[in-house]
């Protein structure tokens, strides 16, 4: 099992973002130097992980010379390839066409940059996102630094890669199934899925018949989470939604947690089941009452989630040549013509998968009527190795280990819900295996109070030890 990783005596140290902020602040670091260091460390990750989509190190070190403002000035970090921002092209994890360089921010960028936050480039995804393991036959695998062996998972792989190895303290990524949650889970981080609608999107997402993407941040610390929020709260205000405000520490309120070893029509594998029920009982030791029960989702979603991703492809491989010169269908992985395929056969049930998906939010609502928080596995078992899903195999059998391994994100993509993966379990191989906290609409802060009190009661697991 090969592990890499950047940590070094370098400007950014071991500090997670809030810690350089504060380093910055002091004196002790400057802009300049943390920024050099953020790229030298890329640099020398690059080789190893396969993380990086496009490199901004020109423009990054512009922006440290003359900082905007914002509570994370001078925080380097990577945007995730699937958003627009000025002066980068968007190539979604594909190579299908030749992206150009835009001329002004995506809704998501322009409020993600208003924190203060230097993006020194853009992370490398899956074609399109639909893959939950970033394994292009051309562009090739994105690693994880706990086991360059094993995927780095999901959409957003690139980010949680870099935030692990410790490239930079925090990243932008985003989750339609579970791409927050899932690389968090393989790469050992926090990463929360937030309520949807709670922070700025661009277009495409707002478009959406059931907007089932969020967007958000993966980070090594609770807090940074938690401070990314409340910033980006002060430029962009969900007014539907409850605020989420300054959570800084655990909440006092004893909760009633739902426990889940079984996802969405799928069993987790014994060893993760058994480290969810050790979680479980660590809430209970920390004084919350844990019942453990079947998961709501309906029988249905599994199949009805599954067509509506597909309608997704369906709409990129029939309307491609609108995302840049060179449009060339030939060139797009098994899995996403798989998928297209899959809904094209399918349409006649697609009406009635989208009605019911949108009624899983009001399944929801009566769940969480009864418990304030879902404990579960993130994934049902552990990181598979590089190959397991990758996107030239047969499509009915990636698709079915898909689906074997992602049996509980994709619930709150459908519900709306925030959730968020926590790095508190290992498995005996010593990997990462994230648990996940899922609560009710707008209850992000619910979530963030609950996390720091796992934090202190069990800290993460170092990918240096």
Same mark, same amino acid.
């Given at each position: 099992?090969?592990?890499?990783?950047?940590?070094?005596?370098?400007?950014?140290?071991?500090?997670?973002?809030?810690?350089?902020?504060?380093?910055?602040?002091?004196?002790?670091?400057?802009?300049?130097?943390?920024?050099?260091?953020?790229?030298?460390?890329?640099?020398?990750?690059?080789?190893?992980?396969?993380?990086?989509?496009?490199?901004?190190?020109?423009?990054?070190?512009?922006?440290?010379?003359?900082?905007?403002?914002?509570?994370?000035?001078?925080?380097?970090?990577?945007?995730?390839?699937?958003?627009?921002?000025?002066?980068?092209?968007?190539?979604?994890?594909?190579?299908?066409?030749?992206?150009?360089?835009?001329?002004?921010?995506?809704?998501?960028?322009?409020?993600?940059?208003?924190?203060?936050?230097?993006?020194?480039?853009?992370?490398?995804?899956?074609?399109?996102?639909?893959?939950?393991?970033?394994?292009?036959?051309?562009?090739?695998?994105?690693?994880?630094?706990? &086991?360059?062996?094993?995927?780095?998972?999901?959409?957003?792989?690139?980010?949680?890669?870099?935030?692990?190895?410790?490239?930079?303290?925090?990243?932008?990524?985003?989750?339609?199934?579970?791409?927050?949650?899932?690389?968090?889970?393989?790469?050992?981080?926090?990463?929360?899925?937030?309520?949807? &609608?709670?922070?700025?999107?661009?277009?495409?997402?707002?478009?959406?018949?059931?907007?089932?993407?969020?967007?958000?941040?993966?980070?090594?610390?609770?807090? &940074?989470?938690?401070?990314?929020?409340?910033?980006?709260?002060?430029?962009?205000?969900?007014?539907?939604?409850?605020?989420?405000?300054?959570?800084?520490?655990?909440?006092?309120?004893?909760?009633?947690?739902?426990?889940?070893?079984?996802?969405?029509?799928?069993?987790?594998?014994?060893?993760?089941?058994?480290?969810?029920?050790?979680?479980?009982?660590?809430?209970?030791?920390?004084?919350?009452?844990?019942?453990?029960?079947?998961?709501?989702?309906?029988?249905?979603?599994?199949?009805?989630?599954?067509?509506?991703?597909?309608?997704?492809?369906?709409?990129?491989?029939?309307?491609?040549?609108?995302?840049?010169?060179?449009? &060339?269908?030939?060139?797009?992985?098994?899995?996403?013509?798989?998928?297209?395929?899959?809904?094209?056969?399918?349409?006649?049930?697609?009406?009635?998968?989208?009605?019911?998906?949108?009624?899983?939010?009001?399944?929801?609502?009566?769940?969480?009527?009864?418990?304030?928080?879902?404990?579960?596995?993130?994934?049902?078992?552990?990181?598979?190795?590089?190959?397991?899903?990758?996107?030239?195999?047969?499509?009915?059998?990636?698709?079915?280990?898909?689906?074997?391994?992602?049996?509980?994100?994709?619930?709150?993509?459908?519900?709306?819900?925030?959730?968020?993966?926590?790095?508190?379990?290992?498995?005996?191989?010593?990997?990462?295996?994230?648990?996940?906290?899922?609560?009710?609409?707008?209850?992000?802060?619910?979530?963030?109070?609950?996390?720091?009190?796992?934090?202190?009661?069990?800290?993460?697991?170092?990918?240096?030890?």
């Amino acid at each position: 099992m090969t592990r890499v990783h950047a940590f070094s005596d370098d400007a950014l140290g071991d500090l997670d973002a809030v810690g350089l902020v504060a380093a910055i602040q002091d004196g002790e670091v400057s802009i300049p130097e943390v920024v050099d260091a953020a790229i030298a460390r890329t640099e020398r990750l690059q080789p190893d992980l396969n993380a990086v989509s496009y490199v901004a190190y020109d423009r990054a070190r512009a922006e440290a010379r003359d900082p905007r403002g914002g509570f994370f000035a001078g925080v380097p970090t990577f945007l995730k390839d699937n958003v627009d921002a000025a002066g980068m092209p968007t190539q979604q994890g594909c190579d299908a066409y030749r992206a150009r360089s835009l001329k002004k921010d995506g809704d998501f960028a322009r409020m993600f940059l208003a924190t203060g936050l230097v993006p020194i480039g853009k992370s490398q995804l899956s074609e399109f996102g639909f893959s939950p393991s970033a394994e292009h036959p051309r562009i090739g695998p994105v690693r994880s630094p706990w &086991d360059t062996a094993r995927t780095a998972g999901a959409s957003s792989a690139g980010a949680a890669a870099l935030v692990a190895a410790g490239a930079v303290p925090l990243a932008h990524g985003n989750d339609g199934g579970g791409s927050i949650r899932i690389p968090a889970a393989v790469n050992g981080l926090v990463g929360l899925k937030p309520t949807r &609608d709670r922070l700025a999107q661009d277009k495409m997402n707002r478009q959406m018949p059931i907007r089932i993407v969020s967007d958000g941040v993966l980070s090594r610390s609770v807090r &940074d989470t938690a401070a990314f929020l409340r910033e980006s709260e002060h430029v962009y205000r969900a007014l539907r939604l409850p605020p989420i405000g300054d959570v800084t520490r655990p909440g006092h309120k004893r909760l009633r947690v739902a426990v889940h070893t079984a996802g969405i029509g799928r069993a987790s594998a014994p060893e993760v089941a058994e480290l969810t029920l050790k979680t479980a009982r660590l809430l209970e030791e920390l004084g919350h009452q844990v019942e453990q029960v079947d998961h709501p989702a309906p029988r249905t979603i599994p199949e009805d989630f599954l067509l509506y991703w597909s309608m997704l492809a369906m709409t990129i491989v029939r309307t491609g040549r609108q995302l840049g010169p060179g449009w &060339d269908a030939g060139r797009l992985d098994n899995l996403t013509l798989g998928l297209e395929r899959h809904c094209r056969r399918r349409m006649h049930r697609l009406p009635g998968a989208i009605a019911r998906l949108r009624r899983t939010a009001r399944v929801s609502a009566r769940f969480h009527e009864t418990y304030d928080v879902a404990l579960s596995p993130t994934l049902a078992h552990e990181t598979p190795l590089v190959g397991h899903l990758d996107p030239t195999l047969d499509f009915d059998t990636v698709m079915e280990r898909v689906l074997d391994w992602v049996a509980f994100t994709p619930w709150q993509n459908a519900t709306g819900d925030p959730a968020i993966s926590l790095p508190l379990a290992a498995t005996a191989a010593g990997l990462p295996q994230g648990m996940m906290l899922s609560a009710g609409a707008g209850r992000e802060a619910l979530l963030l109070e609950l996390a720091y009190e796992l934090e202190e009661a069990r800290p993460w697991a170092s990918i240096r030890a």
